[in-house]
């Protein structure tokens, strides 16, 4: 490899231009060190010292019909992960909203178990986001599934303003992870979202025993989709899934990870999410690597790290915890 080949990489992003597939299976073997560096330059150059931090809650649990390998909700697997309820109240997904917007957090997630919400749980929700924008300041983002272009419209005319539905890995590995529905069937919903004028969030799980390839293949399916929200979860291996045995990744290589990332996407938001709380800093060194957003609070079936917590370590790091695609405070 040429010496100068990460500055060159480096000088051709600042140009606007975006790194091929080839440049970027490159990075691979890069000394890690001048890897991360150059990733938080990029970061800093695109992005400021902008953060941004959400909140999720699991707002439809249990008894998912999907077989994704991973999940302690789906019903084809015997886990620890017992609780089963339908979709919440307004009521109670509003009092959740104001405590969240009361401790600083700028957008909320409604996540609900389930390959998709139904018509009529769509319409119930629909109620729900609008009396959460009434009453609060927080940008509600949604994961009801795999919708139509049509319910996403009602979602953003109630007030969504982003769509979530992680495409999981790459196309080639995605049947590995899930056999109920399909890495098209995931791009389909991305589009109709986006078509129905909400942003979109969309990344992956770390460690489901995917390449490098694969996460860098992910990550172009999502650039080529208009993504700019890359959520980069680490696999928390849960007892009774078929992944209960696989490797928890390290550090190091959760930091490569998101440094090639940001190479990919320079002017995203990296996103570090589940999984987080099982590397022992949480995520401050993926934080120096090219990461500059978070999912805070507990995850949907395992805990995560206090917005306290997370809001402490943004002040160390000297980010300012705001919206990326709205600039607000």
């Known amino acids: 490899m040429n010496e100068h080949f990460i500055k060159n990489l480096q000088e051709k992003i600042y140009d606007g231009a975006l790194i091929s597939r080839e440049?970027?299976?490159?990075?691979?073997?890069?000394?890690?060190?001048?890897?991360?560096?150059?990733?938080?330059?990029?970061?800093?150059?695109?992005?400021?010292?902008?953060?941004?931090?959400?909140?999720?809650?699991?707002?439809?649990?249990?008894?998912?019909?999907?077989?994704?390998?991973?999940?302690?909700?789906?019903?084809?697997?015997?886990?620890?992960?017992?609780?089963?309820?339908?979709?919440?109240?307004?009521?109670e997904l509003l009092a959740q909203a104001r405590e969240h917007a009361k401790r600083g957090v700028l957008r909320y997630s409604i996540v609900t178990s389930g390959k998709a919400l139904s018509e009529k749980e769509v319409e119930q929700v629909c109620e729900s986001i609008r009396a959460i924008r009434r009453e609060t300041g927080i940008e509600v983002c949604v994961s009801f599934g795999l919708l139509k272009e049509e319910q996403?419209?009602?979602?953003?005319?109630?007030?969504?303003?982003?769509?979530?539905?992680?495409?999981?890995?790459?196309?080639r590995f995605f049947p590995q992870v899930c056999t109920t529905h399909s890495f098209a069937e995931k791009k389909e919903t991305l589009k109709a979202a986006k078509r129905a004028g909400l942003s979109l969030?969309?990344?992956?799980?770390?460690?489901?025993?995917?390449?490098?390839?694969?996460?860098?293949?992910?990550?172009?399916?999502?650039?080529?989709?208009?993504?700019?929200?890359?959520?980069?979860?680490?696999?928390?291996p849960i007892p009774g899934t078929p992944y209960e045995h696989n490797r928890i990744l390290s550090n190091d290589e959760l930091c490569r990870i998101t440094a090639i990332f940001r190479f990919l996407l320079p002017d995203g938001m990296i996103r570090l999410a589940g999984g987080r709380g099982l590397i022992g800093d949480k995520g401050e060194k993926?934080?120096?690597?090219?990461?500059?957003a978070a999912i805070s609070g507990d995850m949907l079936t395992t805990a995560g790290i206090t917005v306290e917590t997370d809001m402490e370590l943004m002040k160390t790091l000297g980010y300012e915890v705001k919206l990326e695609d709205t600039g607000k405070l």
């Not at 992005?47 to 994704?68: A, Q, W, Y």
């Not at 009602?154 to 999981?168: D, F, I, M, T």
């Not at 489901?208 to 996460?215: A, K, N, P, S, V």
């Not at 993926?286 to 500059?292: D, H, I, L, P, V």
């Open 23 to 91: 440049e970027a299976l490159a990075l691979i073997h890069v000394p890690l060190e001048e890897l991360t560096q150059t990733a938080d330059e990029i970061r800093a150059h695109f992005c400021r010292n902008t953060f941004d931090l959400c909140t999720i809650v699991n707002g439809k649990c249990g008894k998912c019909s999907e077989d994704c390998k991973y999940c302690a909700q789906s019903a084809h697997y015997h886990t620890a992960c017992e609780e089963s309820y339908g979709l919440l109240s307004t009521q």
């Open 152 to 171: 996403f419209k009602k979602l953003k005319e109630a007030g969504a303003s982003r769509v979530h539905c992680n495409l999981e890995t790459s196309e």
């Open 201 to 236: 969030c969309s990344g992956g799980i770390m460690g489901l025993g995917e390449t490098m390839e694969d996460r860098i293949d992910m990550v172009l399916t999502a650039r080529e989709l208009g993504v700019k929200s890359i959520p980069v979860n680490l696999l928390n």
């Open 286 to 292: 993926c934080f120096r690597s090219g990461a500059n």
